[in-house]
């Protein structure tokens, strides 16, 4: 295997300019690592690309020797397709230029660029696009998938401010995808995820965006039936520019908190106004305005710094598993399984998430994209993050029992970027029939063999 390894390496260093690194070198076991600990992998190379040349002299690699190609840009995949074992992991952090055309309100993203990066370039020209909400997030994945935070009930879906994509394909050319030209596959990359290609640039409509005003609040799981009674009535009927999430967790050791909540499950309610931040405070008001409240916090902040507000400590997780879905309504009982689950909370980074869409991302005809589901406002994300390997067990069944428990109010299909480990066999569904039909013809077209197939996979047509 050993001699197989140099073997590869040096083939791709013929024509290679960044850095590879291979098992037994001092950087091996950061370079294979991801963000989900659950995932241990050992890839055969990891080839750390400097330019498009590079993916495609990875990809040529792979695909002459039947390899199996994991594509890298955050390592934030929490499914594991970041990195594979025996394959070749095509990792492009080196590749995160971000170019921002203030006069045309257009930004150019090289495809290993961080949320964090692209939301600090932008923002120096009081310009955003709607992403998602954790700033080390890599935005290639998130971006393919779909692409949803606090600027989409007012701006849609990542996707829906995507121009084009330039993209490395299985057959090692480089082609740009957009409304003119490949229309059809700039359909499907649009919610398809990797499937088609390595994305080495994206480009971007840019909104401006300046100060947001921002708020947190936490609630007793007393009062959360009537707090998310209030939401779902509210934000059937809320302007674009409001965005209202709650987040089930247990309360951090926050010292605006009362001692004998902390470590106790709450509900947290988070809005962001995006517009008159005069108008915002009126606004907040009158949704934060139902059940008691602890720990009150409000702000006007840059949109970048709202990001940080994602995680509810100062620990990032080690190991994460999710379970997700939509809603069309939340009825009363499914409100009532939800903080059922919420009591049985074990682990301070774990949350259970309600989302609310709507907005700008509905309004978008579904069939103008591969991402599916644009309908049912509500998502529902069971998210369990901890630390210890010896906890998975009790863990991942928090996330499954509690999918299972709120499963006779889903609807049908999932969000991609929400995907664990063991969905692989849920594609259809997450796409719907016709949808995945389609995808399925785009899949023969530019990745017959399947190359790219770490991925909520779309198999091409008789395989």
Same mark, same amino acid.
């Given at each position: 295997?050993?001699?197989?390894?140099?073997?590869?390496?040096?083939?791709?260093?013929?024509?290679?300019?960044?850095?590879?690194?291979?098992?037994?070198?001092?950087?091996?076991?950061?370079?294979?690592?991801?963000?989900?600990?659950? &995932?241990?992998?050992?890839?055969?190379?990891?080839?750390?690309?400097?330019?498009?040349?590079?993916?495609?002299?990875?990809?040529?690699?792979?695909?002459?020797?039947?390899?199996?190609?994991?594509?890298?840009?955050?390592?934030?995949?929490?499914?594991?397709?970041?990195?594979?074992?025996?394959? &070749?992991? &095509?990792?492009?952090?080196?590749?995160?230029?971000?170019?921002?055309?203030?006069?045309?309100?257009?930004?150019?993203?090289?495809?290993?660029?961080?949320?964090?990066?692209?939301?600090?370039?932008?923002?120096?020209?009081?310009?955003?696009?709607?992403?998602?909400?954790?700033?080390?997030?890599?935005?290639?994945?998130?971006?393919?998938?779909?692409?949803?935070?606090?600027?989409?009930?007012?701006?849609?879906?990542?996707?829906?401010?995507?121009?084009?994509?330039?993209?490395?394909?299985?057959?090692?050319?480089?082609?740009?995808?957009?409304?003119?030209?490949?229309?059809?596959?700039?359909?499907?990359?649009?919610?398809?995820?990797?499937?088609?290609?390595?994305?080495?640039?994206?480009?971007?409509?840019?909104?401006?965006?300046?100060?947001?005003?921002?708020?947190?609040?936490?609630?007793?799981?007393?009062?959360?039936?009537?707090?998310?009674?209030?939401?779902?009535?509210?934000?059937?009927?809320?302007?674009?520019?409001?965005?209202?999430?709650?987040?089930?967790?247990?309360?951090?050791?926050?010292?605006?908190?009362?001692?004998?909540?902390?470590?106790?499950?709450?509900?947290?309610?988070?809005?962001?106004?995006?517009?008159?931040?005069?108008?915002?405070?009126?606004?907040?008001?009158?949704?934060?305005?139902?059940?008691?409240?602890?720990?009150?916090?409000?702000?006007?902040?840059?949109?970048?710094?709202?990001?940080?507000?994602?995680?509810?400590?100062?620990?990032?997780?080690?190991?994460?598993?999710?379970?997700?879905?939509?809603?069309?309504?939340?009825?009363?009982?499914?409100?009532?399984?939800?903080?059922?689950?919420?009591?049985?909370?074990?682990?301070?980074?774990?949350?259970?998430?309600?989302?609310?869409?709507?907005?700008?991302?509905?309004?978008?005809?579904?069939?103008?994209?591969?991402?599916?589901?644009?309908?049912?406002?509500?998502?529902?994300?069971?998210?369990?993050?901890?630390?210890?390997?010896?906890?998975?067990?009790?863990?991942?069944?928090?996330?499954?029992?509690?999918?299972?428990?709120?499963?006779?109010?889903?609807?049908?299909?999932?969000?991609?970027?929400?995907?664990?480990?063991?969905?692989?066999?849920?594609?259809?569904?997450?796409?719907?029939?016709?949808?995945?039909?389609?995808?399925?013809?785009?899949?023969?077209?530019?990745?017959?063999?399947?190359?790219?197939?770490?991925?909520?996979?779309?198999?091409?047509?008789?395989?």
């Amino acid at each position: 295997m050993q001699s197989t390894q140099i073997d590869l390496a040096a083939v791709l260093r013929t024509s290679f300019r960044g850095e590879i690194v291979l098992p037994g070198d001092e950087d091996y076991d950061e370079a294979r690592r991801i963000w989900n600990g659950t &995932i241990d992998r050992r890839p055969a190379l990891v080839a750390r690309c400097a330019d498009e040349d590079d993916v495609r002299a990875a990809v040529r690699l792979a695909r002459e020797h039947g390899l199996v190609v994991a594509v890298r840009g955050g390592g934030h995949s929490m499914a594991g397709h970041s990195t594979c074992d025996g394959g &070749i992991v &095509i990792d492009l952090s080196a590749m995160s230029a971000v170019r921002v055309s203030k006069a045309r309100q257009r930004a150019r993203v090289q495809g290993g660029a961080l949320l964090g990066a692209f939301d600090t370039a932008t923002q120096a020209h009081m310009l955003a696009t709607p992403a998602g909400v954790v700033s080390h997030t890599g935005l290639g994945g998130l971006v393919l998938g779909g692409g949803f935070g606090w600027l989409s009930r007012k701006y849609g879906l990542s996707i829906d401010n995507l121009v084009s994509a330039r993209l490395v394909t299985a057959a090692g050319e480089v082609i740009t995808a957009s409304e003119t030209e490949h229309p059809e596959l700039f359909w499907g990359l649009r919610g398809g995820g990797g499937n088609f290609g390595v994305v080495t640039e994206f480009e971007f409509r840019l909104h401006r965006v300046g100060p947001v005003r921002f708020a947190s609040v936490y609630h007793t799981l007393d009062e959360a039936p009537r707090v998310l009674r209030a939401w779902r009535d509210h934000m059937a009927t809320a302007p674009d520019e409001l965005t209202w999430v709650h987040y089930l967790r247990l309360a951090p050791p926050l010292p605006e908190l009362p001692a004998e909540l902390r470590g106790k499950p709450v509900l947290c309610s988070m809005v962001c106004w995006i517009g008159d931040p005069h108008e915002g405070d009126r606004r907040i008001e009158e949704a934060l305005s139902h059940g008691k409240r602890y720990g009150m916090t409000k702000a006007t902040l840059p949109y970048r710094a709202v990001q940080a507000y994602c995680f509810p400590g100062g620990v990032v997780p080690d190991r994460i598993y999710t379970k997700s879905g939509y809603l069309a309504e939340l009825p009363d009982e499914a409100i009532d399984v939800a903080l059922a689950h919420a009591e049985r909370i074990e682990s301070y980074m774990t949350q259970l998430e309600l989302l609310y869409l709507g907005g700008a991302v509905a309004r978008v005809p579904d069939e103008a994209t591969a991402f599916h589901n644009r309908r049912s406002p509500f998502v529902v994300n069971l998210a369990a993050s901890w630390m210890d390997p010896t906890e998975d067990d009790r863990h991942v069944r928090w996330a499954r029992e509690g999918h299972a428990a709120l499963a006779p109010h889903l609807t049908a299909g999932a969000y991609v970027n929400f995907t664990n480990p063991g969905e692989a066999a849920r594609t259809v569904e997450i796409y719907g029939g016709d949808k995945y039909a389609r995808l399925q013809e785009l899949k023969g077209r530019y990745d017959p063999n399947n190359l790219f197939r770490l991925n909520q996979n779309v198999a091409p047509p008789g395989r």
